[in-house]
């Protein structure tokens, strides 16, 4: 795929950034896919690869469906054989299913790193004390924490943490889980820069990555997440907070070229992938191919396509109605057919299509279990609790 590159001198990086070691893994650009429910399945990931490189995440996988076989769960953690490293990241409360699924994942030789959730915020997961909420209850998140490194140490395979900054302004949970997770054992430590109750909203908090690295020091590598929607966005965020590498999220929806500037600005070089529209047609189409390839089925693959139309168009010349026939395609014959009515000439719009994408919300109470901020414990009255946050979440 040809994308039109510019080189801006003034856009280069003094010195390129250190390579990222997360235990054995050595990557040669600082750069991780943050997992995105719905988004960043084998087709994306695939996608994005062929822009630069990184450390590409799977979807969340809850582990109980896991260790269950769910049919969604082992689609989600299943890797082709040009993904490596394989990634997996997991989603649970309980350290015994933790630690099951951990297990499978090494016995069966299914990844080569994983990275636990702690940073989820949405209602249906903080609601029965899961995702953001769990760090709060101190003796849980270690209890799972450790469970984890000790079952993934059997197979040599690293495990990594990503978090919030806690539940909301007055209860903070960062450093001491870092801290935590740090001593437990853990390969680095990502850091989102808000809040349970900020969700999506307003701008990320870089100061207190900056606070975490400094607390954890070099023992181990804290890597940053938030607002990274260009690569000048990750070389400032490097520079104000010292972090050793950056998770990208919402910054790369419709934007697969991302990596691409990504590797480019994190080696030194000002080189940016500026597409034209026709430059993002192509991208749209092997988007859907690639979805057809994963669902093993057109109307399914290509459906899937379609909620990553306004990303990929945002900021371009594409009229209403062809943009709506867009994301109600249903055929990659008719996607053809939609995309070969684009304005091939467009070159890119510049700041139109850039900047922030995806979910946007404004800060909201968090949602929690009864009683969850009376005490950093856990109270194992409420097992039941667990049971119930351990339904499967996978890929929603």
């Known amino acids: 795929m040809v994308s039109v590159i510019s080189a801006n001198p003034e856009t280069v990086s003094p010195t390129a950034a250190a390579p990222l070691r997360i235990g054995p893994i050595e990557l040669s650009s600082p750069v991780v896919l943050a997992p995105m429910a719905g988004i960043t399945n084998t087709a994306f990931r695939r996608l994005c690869r062929e822009y630069g490189a990184g450390l590409y995440v799977t979807e969340m996988v809850t582990s ?21 490293p394989r990634s997996v990241q997991l989603y649970g409360v309980d350290p015994v299913t933790i630690g099951q699924a951990v297990r499978m994942l090494v016995e069966e030789d299914r990844a080569d790193h994983i990275d636990l959730n702690f940073g989820c915020p949405v209602p249906k997961v903080t609601r029965k004390g899961g995702g953001s909420a769990l760090p709060w ?9 450790t469970t984890a490194v000790n079952e993934a140490s059997r197979g040599g395979i690293p495990v990594t943490v990503k978090m919030r900054k806690g539940i ?49 020091g070099d023992t181990v590598p804290v890597l940053g997440n938030g607002d990274i929607f260009a690569a000048e966005d990750a070389l400032e965020m490097m520079s104000r907070t010292g972090c050793d590498g950056v998770v990208i999220g919402r910054g790369c929806q419709g934007r697969p070229w991302l990596f691409g500037d990504l590797a480019n600005a994190l080696s030194g070089s000002g080189e940016r992938y500026r597409p034209g529209l026709a430059e ?27 909620k990553h139309i306004a990303w990929y168009f945002k900021g371009y010349p594409v009229g209403g109605d062809l943009r709506s026939q867009l994301a109600m395609v249903s055929s990659l014959e008719e996607l053809a057919g939609l995309l070969d009515q684009l304005d091939t000439t ?25 009683g969850w901020l009376d005490s950093r414990v856990f109270d194992a009255s409420g097992k039941s609790l667990l049971s119930e946050a351990e339904l499967d979440i996978s890929g929603g």
């Not at 109980?64 to 490596?84: D, N």
Request: proline share 5%; charged share 30%; glycine share 8%.
């Open 64 to 84: 109980r469906a896991l260790v269950e076989r769910s049919p969604k769960s082992m689609r989600i953690i299943a890797h082709e054989p040009y993904e490596t």
């Open 137 to 145: 209850k101190q003796d849980l998140f270690t209890a799972i924490v």
């Open 168 to 216: 909301d302004a007055d209860h903070h949970t960062y450093l001491d889980a870092g801290e935590t997770a740090r001593n437990a054992g853990v390969a680095a430590v990502a850091l989102h820069g808000r809040t349970t109750a900020d969700l999506y909203s307003g701008k990320a908090d870089w100061d207190a990555i900056a606070r975490l690295k400094d607390h954890l």
């Open 280 to 306: 993002v047609a192509q991208a749209v189409y092997k988007h859907g191919q690639y979805l057809v390839d994963y669902y093993g089925d057109e109307f399914y693959g290509v459906r899937d396509l379609r």
């Open 346 to 370: 467009a070159e890119y719009p510049g700041e139109a299509a850039e900047g922030s994408r995806g979910r946007t919300t404004r800060p909201k109470r968090p949602h929690l279990p009864e």
